[in-house]
């Protein structure tokens, strides 16, 4: 474990290096390029392979054979209709329209001038961000996320085989975790943006371009593989949310996985099936429930962000959705909605009031949720001009994975096992301070403060 000396701690905290020395926790653990082409190309790379392929022998997986929860105890939930994981569904549950998120409203101007000014020049207003926003980009187009596959199908004798080999595509395009799911059809957009989001940031389109939403008529494909790229744990440790990086941070993610989405896309296509990829710059579905159905978190109390048990929401995540044959992963369950009722440290934290402290979630389009403001929150963001976003949310989350330790694994077991357990876990958490630390030995990014003022043009 690190020296966490460099430390800033409120008073009546204690230093958890000295805290797991004493023995005391002992005790209390007691408890790609944008070009000018037809709109859906077929895949080139492929002409004629030899329709079979070697099974792998053995264990499949060779790459990552089991899911790191980081200790949490996991169990599966049933997908169903009135079910999505611990997502309680009472009603008809509507598509929903990109055009509505919360950062194309900042872009349509409804959320005030200053948050549109922001949005378009939140690279522009931390220089790394700039080249990051740039190369997400360059793999946005519809020619880049969308294309024909290949005449000839590969034969799939064993989807489960299949399926564990996506999976470890994924890890050895380098994502942190990975899932597959039946892709419920509510969680495709009825409507889509155009010009795509991801092109404002970088400059690819002028900011006064029209924006518009079209139905979408992408087709339905039966799965989803879902992955997530962990944002950088030193950095978040080191990070306030008031600083530039908190940007970069999102967006190194988002590059991560839309390269996953795009190489993982185009390479189902040449095996002759149906694959799209989704990312920041181009998605046809809202994320979070593909998320859940591919077993890789559950809704929190922030709204329709979804946690992990290990990495809280500290990752970004793309999908691919596709007709490949495979056999999806359960939904998962480790507690948190148990965990939500009692902790509040997102609410509590929120500069912006977006989070809600209600006891419970409430009906929204169809199911429960908790009445959390995504507008609140994307005014912040895209306005924020004492830094580049935020974040604060994921850094002060207990599920965010903070150190690599056995007491924190141990943490995370207590945490899943119901309110009272939780309870303790969130004593504990604050105890240490967790998520109100500035662990200034971790800093290395430069800051430009004078950069991030948001200077609207008259
Ligand atoms: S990103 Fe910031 S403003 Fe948005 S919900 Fe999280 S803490 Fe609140
Ligand atoms: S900070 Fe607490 S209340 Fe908020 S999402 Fe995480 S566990 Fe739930």
Partial sequence: MSDHSESK????????RGFLKSGVAAAAMGVMGAVAAPSKIANAAVSNFGLDYTPAKGQWSKLRPTVNYGGASVSFAEHNDQWLGTSKIVGPIQRSSEYDSGFTLALRGLLGEKARWGFLTQTKRYPLTDGIGWAIATVSPDEICIGVPNAEKLPIPDPEQMSQ?????????????????NMPSYAYYGF??????GLFPAGI?????????IPNTEPDLPYVITFAVEQHLETYLASTGYDGISVSQSFRCYHAVANIAVIMARYIRSLGYNARAHHFGNYDLAVPPALIASGMGELSRTGDCVAHPRMGFRNKCGAVTTDLPLVPDKPIDFGLLDFCRVCNKCADNCPAGAITHDKDPVVQNGYLRWNSDMKKCATFRAGN???????????????????????????????????????????????????????????????????????IPS
């Fill in 9 to 16: 701690k409120l008073p009546g905290q204690v230093s958890r």
């Fill in 165 to 181: 080999h996506m999976k470890d595509v994924a890890y050895y395009l380098r994502a942190d975790e990975v899932g597959i799911g």
């Fill in 192 to 197: 889509k943006q155009v010009p795509p989001q």
């Fill in 205 to 213: 389109v002028p900011p006064d371009t029209p924006i518009h939403q």
């Fill in 385 to 455: 001009d004492e830094g580049v976003n935020c974040g604060r949310c994921v850094k002060v989350c207990p599920w965010n994975s903070k150190e690599d330790s056995w007491f924190h694994e141990a943490g995370l077991w207590i945490g899943s096992k119901g309110e009272t357990a939780s309870a303790l876990l969130k004593k504990i958490d604050d105890m240490f301070g967790y998520g109100t630390e500035e662990i200034t030995q971790y800093k290395w990014w430069l800051e430009w403060p004078e950069l991030y003022k948001i200077n």
